[in-house]
């Protein structure tokens, strides 16, 4: 298996439409792939791969309940807590399940053995298959965080879990560089960072890189909307060594197939003949 | 004092460029104090040019170490760690990445060999701006807590606002719907929310307006790029006003702005931007001061939930 993180430091680069365009070009060209939509607070992928889906799976995680009468308000649990998730009450503790990072330490801490763990839902985990019509469906995988639920790292964790052995797997990523998007790049063999050439674009483009390299990960870049802004991004990823995978113009047909909820590679020859260099990359990947 | 905070839900929809043209269109009446909330990806910065006066570290949680010289090998913390921070293969190293700092390896530990340090997260700073104040922070690489982070951006700008007198914060908000956008939220008057005609666009706004509706924030909408799509934008005008939000404006697109940022203008610089965005600010302030019908109740709510 080769796992492939698409990542960007400035959201609305274009990840969605670069890894939902190359999970279809590999799948036309016959390669077993699976597409990973872990941008949870925000999934967008089944946007424009139209999947069919098998299974739908609500998922938790351990937060901790008193169990028995046995509770002596000794107020362990509240003094070991990091997060202030649990108040001691004389016989009893009062809850903040929004806070509590499921590290299970308060039910370890609890001398009277009082407190067990019982899980909380804070998402849904969906898998089925899309674009079964190129001959090579693509095995869909998304998860979606609960409106409200504060903390996506657990089920992005929880979906990477899910993931199995279908050849390439494309990752997409949530925007940022924080917990959860390195929750999906310390489990990959290569990061593919979108981004584009405003100040912007190369600001966030720079921290991105940065936390690649202190996950230890290889990278390469895609430039979208190429001919839109300056060249910026392109004298940096020069200046590191980072090799250009993809220059991706701004073209009013690929933003109005999208707008219609298409897979942009598949209405665009000139994406695809565009993406062919990387996914030539992955494909050698995939198979050393 | 008023709290305009600008979210989107997809990113890219063009926040920081809404703010930053705000900005100025405010500073024609009176300065006003910005803060950028997306710490992750702070770019507000750039739009707004001018000298720092100050830069704070910014403390949150801690990270866990192990003394080799007295660690017995025994195994128990990697066995009970849920962060994967410590590994069987060599059990004196906790990597900083994964460590959450919640302790679990120190209470299981039989020999007393952990000890934690406090974790800098990051910095926060103060710029004078010609619009006025701006606060902005950068989370450090591989860093959490940003909400925590985004909490206290909003505390400093609020205190700043006070001491400038300054009657409004406009505040960038960070993408998403989680804890950071939480943090943003908070006490806050009015989120504009920035969204495009597209599939995306629409799909994301409609879980920022649950959003927004369970913690019962008033909102409005502005539509960027609303020619690239009639179609879409339609949809979301029908989103809006069945969620019963106002459209205060519609942008158009123009590759005029990209071209415009990486000069370092603002789009109000653009005509063909400036003069919709005006009419929008006209609309925002007329919510601000009072024309708003949603109830504000659980907007302190918000507190709890930033991690």
Known sequence: ?288 | MKQLVVISGKGGTGKTSVVASLASLAAFEAPVTTADCDVEAANLALLLPGQEIRTEPFFSGRRAMIDPDTCSSCGLCAEQCRANAIHSEDLTVVDPLACEGCGVCALVCPVEAVTFVDNQAGVWMERRTAFGPLIHAALGIAQDNSGKLVAQVREEARIIAEREETDLILVDGPPGIGCPVHASLTGCDLALLVTEPTPSGEHDLERVLELLDHFRVPAAVLINKHDLSPSFTVRIETLASRAGVEVVGKLPFSPEVPRALARGELPLAIEAVAVPLTEAWERITALLSGGIARPLARADALTDSVV
């Open chain 1, 1 to 288: 298996m080769s796992k492939i993180a698409i990542a960007s430091g400035k959201g609305g680069t274009g990840k969605t439409l670069v890894s939902t365009s190359l999970a279809w070009l590999l799948a036309r060209d016959g390669h077993p792939i699976a597409y990973v939509d872990a941008d949870v607070e925000e999934p967008n992928g089944h946007l424009f791969l139209h999947p069919e889906l098998s299974d739908c799976q609500w998922y938790a995680r351990p937060i901790p309940e008193l169990i028995g009468k046995t509770c002596s308000g000794c107020g362990e649990c509240q003094r070991f807590c990091q997060f202030n998730a649990i108040i001691a009450l004389p016989d009893r503790v009062m809850l903040f399940p929004e806070l509590c990072s499921s590290c299970g330490g308060c039910v370890l801490a609890c001398r009277e053995m009082a407190l067990g763990e019982k899980p909380r839902e804070i998402g849904r985990i969906e898998a089925g298959t899309a674009c079964a019509e190129t001959g090579h469906p693509i095995r869909f995988l998304a998860a979606t965080l609960d409106v409200g639920e504060a903390r996506a790292t657990p089920l992005i964790g929880g979906l990477l879990d899910r993931i199995e052995d279908p050849g390439i797997v494309l990752i997409d990523a949530p925007p940022g560089t924080s917990c959860s998007v390195m929750e999906i790049v310390r489990e990959v063999d290569l990061v593919v960072l979108v981004t584009e050439p405003t100040p912007f674009g190369l600001h966030d483009l720079v921290l991105a890189v940065e936390m690649t390299r202190a996950l230890g990960k290889p990278v390469t870049a895609v430039v979208n909307r190429s001919d839109l802004g300056d060249d910026g991004a392109l004298r940096y990823l020069e200046a590191e060594q980072i090799e250009v995978a993809a220059e991706i113009p701004f073209r009013p047909e690929l933003a109005e197939a999208y707008a219609h909820g298409e897979i942009a590679a598949a209405a665009s020859p000139e994406l695809c003949s565009l993406l062919l260099p990387l996914e030539s990359r992955l494909i050698a990947g995939a198979s050393s």
